[in-house]
């Protein structure tokens, strides 16, 4: 589902690299820990996955797909494909909670009818049906994660990337979001999270990709946090 | 796209006018004012084309034949003048039908006087040409024809008029050109404003996969309801006042300026000024987005 072959990425001209020759493959259906430290080339890799960011050199593909290649007009059907989450959340403050999941599913152009019921239901999933009208600046830090999450699967994408998404969290609510991906991998999309939480790594027990200075210097299935560290 | 994508941008569009409605009276106004004055002048122009247009019209050579010249001779340089690609038409007039003209003319003036046995009028061609600018050009060629004595049309009055309007019509684009540059100036200026104050929702917007399209069409609309809005309102104005003057021309009576029907010049300004609206509108609003949408 995803692989990187030889994979290089540079930032400016060259003189910070951020990949440093990457090599690894993600089967479909996987739950990948991305740990690290900070200005390893964990987000760099995510943004590469979904193409906000071209590698300098090598390959990555994503649904067998170099998206180093990928023309500029087909980057928005990659995206549909995969559902993103973020530290800060990134919503849309001044609207509802049932807006912002919904205004995931207009801008890929699905009818009125599939957004009514397909809101309510992913709603349901993240445990906030009786927040659909509420404001995102009247929900707790955990809430708008949630909100994110259903955002991020509204569209029924193959692939989940989440970037700390417990970054901003506290712990017993990080742990529910956690809890939240892995069921959501556990109806078989592919997640992959970017983390510098260690409970939540050592807990889950899910295959590690540890990088360091850019460089992919661990690959272990059920591996914990501090392995490397 | 679906029903909830287009109910999605029209909202967003109302909204993006708005949040920012003082911005956007501003840029509507300038592109009232640009409109007006354009329009006002299209109005100017036109009438001062048809009424240069209707002077040009008037606009004739006449080609004096020498006294001494055969019948032959005169028959060949008609031929000759019709023959010219530029003549439009070509009519005789002997000496004799002159002097009647001018007797005619004169009225009693000159009674008595036998013009059978003197008559120093000179027979002539009058010729009309296919474009009335033509003239000086063709004066000068014709003279060198065998038989001409000399060729008349207006020398000096003829060049006036044809550079005057030549001025106005300089002029009048220079102007319109530097209004419509400010226009799209202040329209993607108050478009780039939506635009930084809804990154943030752009940015969400590529990340869960909007096309660009998408994303543009509520800015598009955004400039394009400001085109139009600056169109409309002119439109009204210079109906009125066209409209009053048009009236006032014919209530005093000054049948001499010979103005255009308002249906045929608001037919024209709706032709021009609506697409230039809208153009503006939208030109201001392409400009202003490109780098933000390279996400």
Redesign the interface.
């Known amino acids: 589902m995803v692989e990187a072959k030889n994979l290089f990425m540079k930032y400016g001209k060259g003189k910070q690299l951020a990949l440093d020759n990457v090599n690894f493959f993600i089967d479909r259906g996987e739950f990948i820990f991305f740990v690290g430290s900070s200005g390893a080339g964990k987000s760099t890799l995510l943004k590469l996955i979904?193409r906000?960011l071209k590698p300098t050199e090598g390959v990555l593909k994503v649904f067998n797909r170099d998206v180093g290649r990928l023309p500029r007009?087909r980057l928005?059907?990659?995206?549909?494909n995969i559902g993103?989450v973020f530290q800060d959340f990134?919503?849309?403050e001044e609207r509802t909670v049932y807006d912002n999941v919904a205004?995931?599913?207009?801008?890929?152009?699905?009818?009125?009818r599939e957004?009514k019921r397909r809101v309510p239901h992913v709603l349901n999933l993240v445990g906030l049906q009786d927040k659909a009208k509420a404001r995102i600046t009247d929900l707790s830090g955990g809430e708008q994660q949630r909100v994110g999450l259903a955002?991020a699967i509204a569209?029924r994408p193959a692939m989940i990337i989440a970037d700390e998404p417990t970054g901003n969290l506290d712990p017993g609510t990080a742990l529910d979001i956690m809890n939240l991906l892995r069921s959501i991998n556990l109806r078989g999309t592919t997640v992959l999270v970017a983390t510098h939480n260690r409970e939540i790594v050592d807990r889950f027990k899910k295959r590690v990709l540890y990088l360091e200075n850019g460089k992919l210097v661990g690959d272990e299935q059920k591996g914990i946090y501090s392995n490397v560290h | 796209m679906f029903i909830s994508g287009f109910i999605y941008i029209l909202g967003e569009t109302l909204k993006g006018l708005y949040r920012n409605r003082w911005m956007c009276i501003t840029s509507t106004g300038v592109v009232m004012v640009t409109l007006l004055m354009l329009g006002l002048f299209m109005v100017v122009n036109l009438n001062v084309r048809h009424i240069t247009e209707t002077v040009k019209e008037q606009v004739e050579m006449v080609v004096y034949i020498d006294e001494e010249t055969d019948r032959a001779t005169i028959e060949e340089l008609g031929q000759k003048i019709l023959g010219h690609r530029e003549v439009d038409r070509v009519e005789y007039v002997s000496s004799e039908e002159h002097m009647g003209r001018l007797q005619q003319q004169l009225g009693g003036m000159l009674e008595g006087y036998d013009s059978a046995l003197d008559n120093p009028l000179l027979a002539s061609f009058e010729v009309r040409t296919e474009d009335p600018e033509a003239v000086v050009r063709l004066a000068d060629e014709f003279e060198t024809y065998p038989g001409v004595s000399a060729v008349f049309y207006g020398q000096g009055y003829v060049e006036n008029l044809f550079e005057v309007t030549r001025v106005i019509q300089v002029i009048g684009l220079a102007l319109m050109a530097g209004l419509a540059i400010t226009a799209v100036f202040l329209i993607s200026h108050t478009i780039k404003l939506t635009v930084m104050m809804r990154k943030r929702e752009i940015t969400i917007m590529k990340y869960v996969g909007a096309t660009n399209w998408f994303i543009r069409w509520p800015f598009l609309l955004e400039g394009l309801m400001m085109g139009l809005v600056g169109a409309a309102l002119p439109l009204g104005i210079l109906y009125y006042l066209y409209a009053t003057s048009v009236e006032w021309v014919t209530a005093n009576e000054l049948m001499f300026i010979n103005l255009l029907p308002l249906q045929a010049v608001m037919a024209e300004l709706v032709a021009y000024l609506i697409p230039l609206g809208t153009g503006l509108g939208i030109l201001g609003s392409m400009l202003s987005m490109g780098r933000f949408l390279r996400v």
Do not use: C, D, Q
């Open positions: 979904i906000e007009h928005p059907y990659l995206r549909r993103m990134r919503l849309m205004f995931a599913m207009i801008v890929t152009g699905a009818s009125r957004i955002r569209n």
